[in-house]
């Protein structure tokens, strides 16, 4: 994600390619090509508390989860399963920085390799392409 500033209205805006050069983990620049988050709408600590609740609740449902996310505004979270230690681990950002780096042909043959994908349902979740059950279709 590249961040640019219009020349009519001065208002940064952010773009995935800028003049046909792509974001890589070797041309990537921090603050230049990241979202700053603290613009956005001020999440209040309920929703974020209802968001923890959630994402427990996902781990009850989802057994061989790991991880859980989900966010909008300027929160976030991140709660991960350890279930080794019968714990989670909760991470809660606010006005934090963000940026979407793309695959390259190295990344993409190593998800394929390790059988787990990516996919967007709102929330971030992994998907093993290995036979685990995912009841969210």
């Given at each position: 994600?590249?961040?640019?500033?219009?020349?009519?209205?001065?208002?940064r805006s952010y773009v995935d390619e800028v003049s046909g050069k792509i974001l890589t983990k070797d041309n990537v620049k921090f603050p230049i090509n990241f979202l700053n988050c603290a613009e956005a709408i001020d999440i209040e600590p309920e929703?974020?508390?209802r968001w923890i609740k959630e994402g427990i609740e996902f781990f009850?449902?989802?057994?061989?989860?790991?991880?859980?996310t989900t966010g909008?505004?300027?929160a976030g979270i991140l709660i991960q399963n350890y279930?080794?230690?019968?714990e989670y681990h909760v991470i809660v950002v606010k006005n934090y920085w963000d940026t979407f780096?793309?695959?390259d042909g190295?990344?993409?043959?190593?998800?394929?390799?390790?059988?787990?994908?990516?996919?967007?349902?709102?929330?971030?979740e992994w998907e093993n392409l290995r036979g685990?059950?995912?009841?969210?279709?």
């Amino acid at each position: 994600m590249y961040s640019v500033i219009c020349p009519v209205c001065k208002r940064r805006s952010y773009v995935d390619e800028v003049s046909g050069k792509i974001l890589t983990k070797d041309n990537v620049k921090f603050p230049i090509n990241f979202l700053n988050c603290a613009e956005a709408i001020d999440i209040e600590p309920e929703e974020i508390e209802r968001w923890i609740k959630e994402g427990i609740e996902f781990f009850r449902k989802n057994t061989e989860a790991f991880s859980y996310t989900t966010g909008t505004g300027n929160a976030g979270i991140l709660i991960q399963n350890y279930s080794g230690d019968k714990e989670y681990h909760v991470i809660v950002v606010k006005n934090y920085w963000d940026t979407f780096i793309p695959y390259d042909g190295e990344d993409i043959s190593a998800q394929e390799d390790n059988g787990w994908h990516w996919r967007n349902t709102g929330t971030v979740e992994w998907e093993n392409l290995r036979g685990i059950k995912d009841d969210t279709d």
